[in-house]
Every structure is written in C-alpha cells, then in structure tokens.
C-alpha cells in the first residue's frame, strides 16, 4: 500500500533526537520520502493526516520471552533463582508448542500498544514462536536458548540456517541460556559454530551477584572473562541485564563489541540490581533495552522500561544529571536496532523499512511542547501510542488492533492454557 503521513512532527533518530516538521512517505513495506511537505502525483492507498502528533521508529524490545504471558502474576515476589527453579521451570515443562504460538500471540498484542515494532525472543520453541510473528505481522529476532536441558548447538544452528533467509519478518541470532545452565563443553561447540558464521552470540549474563559469584568460584573468573576467554564474544554478540559488571567485564564488552541490552523492569521486580549505565555510556558501549519476560517484569511496557533505566540510574550514581533521557530514547530505538541488527528498520529515513509509530501529543501528559523527546522519556504512556506500523502495515490504530485474529479470542486462549495447567 501507498500510505501518506501529512501535517507531522518527526523524530527520524538518524543523527540525533531532533524534530522537522513535514511529511512521510511509505511505498509497500518502505519509507520512499521524510521531508518537508509537496505535492505528489503518487495515488494513495490512505492519506493520515497526523494533526501535529509525533512520528518515530518503533521501539525495540531487545530482550524477552514473549510466551511467558501464561505466568503474569503467577509466581511474584520470589528472589530470582527460587522463581526459576520452584515457579517457572515446573511449569513450563507443561507447555506445549501450540501453546507457545497462542501465548506469543498475546505478548505480541501488548507490544504493540507500547510502540514496539520488533522484538528479541529467546523462547522454547522457536518454530511456533515464528509462525506466530508471521500470522499477526510482528517483526521477531530469534535467540537461540542453549542449555544443559534444552536447544542444543546443532538445533540452533539448523534454525540460524533456516530462518535468516525464511521470511522478511523473521531473523536468528546464536545463543544461549547463561553460563550456570550450560556446561563448558558445549560452549566451546558453540563458539566454534560462531566462529565458522563469524557470528555474534548473546546471553544473559551477570544478571545477580550469585550468579557472578558461583561462576567465579567454578572459572576464577566472572562471567564476561570466562565465555570471552572461551572465544564466545570474538564476533560480538550481546548480555541480557549486566548488572554485576566489573572495570574488566566492561572493557571486554567494549572491546569485543557487545551489546548490552538493559532490563531494569525485571532486575527492579526481582532486586537482582541496577546496571551501571552511566559507565557503560562514557566507554561508548551500545545498551539497549528490553522487557524481559512477562513473568519477570511483568508489564512490557517501552515507557515504564526507559523512565526506570534514567531514573534508576540518577540514584545508583546520586546524580540528578546522570544518564540523559534522549540517550535512553535512542537504546530504546537505534541501539536496540544495533544490538538486534535490524539496522534495515533503525531510523526513519528513505528506503528503510516502514516500522514506526505515532505518539499522541494531544494529551495532557505531553503538555506543554517544552521538549518532546524527553517528555516520551519522562512522562510519555501507553496511552499515547496511537499507530503501531510493522513492514508498512498498520497493526495498531486509536485502541484496534489489525493482527488478522480477536484480540479476545487471543485472550480466551491464554486463559484457557493456564487453567489446564494448574
């Protein structure tokens, strides 16, 4: 379809977090014009007229488990490894891959009405979770989730084959679960596979200070060092959370070119810590932002993440100055592009694929037009996400949702999976 998007402000986010005033312009699933308002003899599909509201690139979820809607509010207020061990993994052995589409269907839904045009999921059945992206049209990256227990080296890499070059919405990334779930043996397998794709490698690491002391007391070394000295990060890659990171961890992670991908939702809700952003930002590491799962946060909700990654940040370094909000604008878009390589979709700017969003500025919370971008940081909701557009298609518009299914027939089955379990 070709769409025109008229009388509007636009944050493109290629340079910075400036704002023009104009025009956008989607041919089929890419951007063809950004720029100041002129006359076309293009016929359009639709015409928007935006009334002044904001244009923006999608967020970027860069971490999450999308099926784990099923455990909202199931197993709360358990320190980290006990709601692992005693709440989540019983459970999720239920699970079946059916179940799994059904579930990441629901998160799906949420993730559009927080701006969110992509996300990074790491999940137990990657071949559901993307018949699920493609039948609602959500833009998924795929993580491989290697373990002692689940996904071995060649499963992952028969999917990083299969789905880099399966659909336009669809991409693989190797993985793993986290050092303490995997034995050494079969790290040393996987960073050999990223070594003969020349390909990053992304993890959770570092995410409580037991974690980072149980593998010091196995390795002599902190996470970071240990799968560094292993060869995982000689392509890149990326950490989940990083919160436990020391002086060295930050340097191996700046100079291997990781991305840190920041959850302060989750590390806040099970009080693994604050991630030290501030730190990360004067050495010039790309962070990123995710959700995590739905049963660690338990909200996935791009403006509650990037308020916690500012504000928690200004106490950790008791610094009113600390971590700018346009900085986290851009984890929240271009960095969690970067970090999930979807640079195709980072930025609105001619020939980029068509995945952005419309912030309503005609609410109270936006009000008055001092600093938009940081009022999206500060003040900005749910509730001012009036467009979600993935691959040039309108998913999301003013409350309705355009994923070719009901969203309560979404929900009946979410309800329905949960109460077979218990």
Known sequence: MNIRFY??????????CSILEGELWVTNNRISYVGAERESQISWDREIDCKGNLLMPGFKN??????????????????????LNKQIFPMEAKLTPDDIYHLSKLAILEYLTSGMTANF??????????????????RTV??????????????????YKKYNNYHELISFQLGFHAEYTIDRSILMDLAALAKQQK??????????????????????????????????????????HCVHMTDEDLYIVKNKGVSVVTNPGSNTKLASGIAR??????????????????ASNNCLD?????????????????????????????????????????????????????????????QPNMQPLNNITKNIVYSGSKTNVKLTMVNGKILYENGEFFVGDDPEAIYAKANEIINRMR
């Not at 999921?121 to 959500?138: C, E, H, L, R, W």
Request: charged share 20%; net charge negative.
């Open 121 to 138: 999921d790491m999940y137990i059945t990657p071949d559901t979770i993307v018949q699920a992206s493609i039948d609602t049209g959500f």
């Open 7 to 16: 009388h509007a402000r636009i944050a493109t986010m290629q340079n910075d």
């Open 302 to 362: 791009m403006f509650r993440e990037m308020f916690l990654v500012t504000g928690l940040s200004k106490l950790k370094n008791e610094d009113a100055s600390s971590v700018d909000a346009n900085e986290v604008l851009k984890m929240a878009t271009v960095n969690g592009a970067k970090a999930m390589r979807l640079t195709d979709c980072d930025c609105l700017a001619e020939g980029k694929l068509a995945d952005l969003i419309m912030i309503d500025l005609h």
């Open 62 to 83: 860069g971490h999450t488990h999308s099926a784990m809607t099923f455990l909202r509010s199931y197993a709360d207020d358990l320190p980290l490894h006990d709601w």
């Open 277 to 294: 952003i501030k730190d990360m930002l004067s050495l010039g590491i790309n962070i990123a932002i995710g959700t995590d799962g739905p």
């Open 199 to 240: 390909a990053p490698v992304y993890t959770h690491n570092s995410e409580t200070k037991a974690e980072v002391d149980a593998c010091i007391s196995r390795n002599h070394m902190t996470p970071t060092a240990f799968l560094d000295s292993l060869g995982i990060y000689d392509f890149g890659g990326g950490g989940y």
């Open 142 to 159: 795929l993580c491989g989730g290697v373990s002692n227990f689940l996904h071995t080296v060649t499963q992952v890499e028969d999917w």
